[in-house]
């Protein structure tokens, strides 16, 4: 069983949140997870902005190796997409 | 930040003081033991009738969810929620989601209060455990419930957590 934590550096931002000029801080939150080991999906997630900032996401499998790549890959609500790799330690 | 009010219900996250930049990624990974060797691959059931979190309606609450999904109450032992009893930051708060119910598929987060009930919906293949674990943001105290399909069924159980501020979504 491989225990994987997986944080992910992101303002997630709601689009309800105010400044104290009236103005609204635009939405911009990560809407969809994916994390592959040695190309298999292990884990895939929709967020919300009800995710607090910086989602940190705890999860467990089977089948993975020492030195088996993870992968993890999402899409922010601006479209912007990011993928980093780890290795099973 | 000065410029940054912080009403409960209205605003969903701390002040940010520092613009945070999705940059830089950090895994913690621990290598255990290995039973087995699961090779399924892919998700084993196709994700059909995905609904977005922006699809729900905004005020649809626990009612909407569970009636959209068709829950069934689960017992304590077949799906767990795990939060704590009262928070003081309802901009973060630890939830974790564990189910013993044979072929769990998904396990979504519903915060019964929050403008955007949906918090989110993860999808579990064959070879992952039926857990998740993370950290939501709660607008004010209530239920968090999850809602489990699991052998082509949908469940669910739920827990409450009391907020002093609120974190909305």
Redesign the interface.
Known sequence: ??????????????G??????GGVVPAHYI?EVQITVAG???????????????????????????GDP?R?SWV?STG?R?A?E???? | MANQSRVPGQECAPPISTQPDPERRTFLIQGGTLTGLVSFGLLGAPSAGVISPESLPAESGRTGIVEAFGGIPATGDQVHVTVPSTVDDGAVVPVSVESSLPDTREILIVVEKNPIPLAARVRIPEGTDAFVSMRIKVAESGDIRALVRAGGQMYTASAQTKVTVGGCS
């Open positions: 069983m491989t225990e994987a934590l997986v944080l992910m550096p992101h303002p997630m931002e709601s309800f949140r105010r400044t104290g000029q809407t298999r999906t292990v884990l895939e997630a929709t967020l919300s902005p009800a995710v607090a900032r910086d989602p940190l996401l705890s999860f467990r499998f089977r089948g993975g190796r020492p993870i993890v922010d912007v990011r980093d780890a290795v099973i330690a």
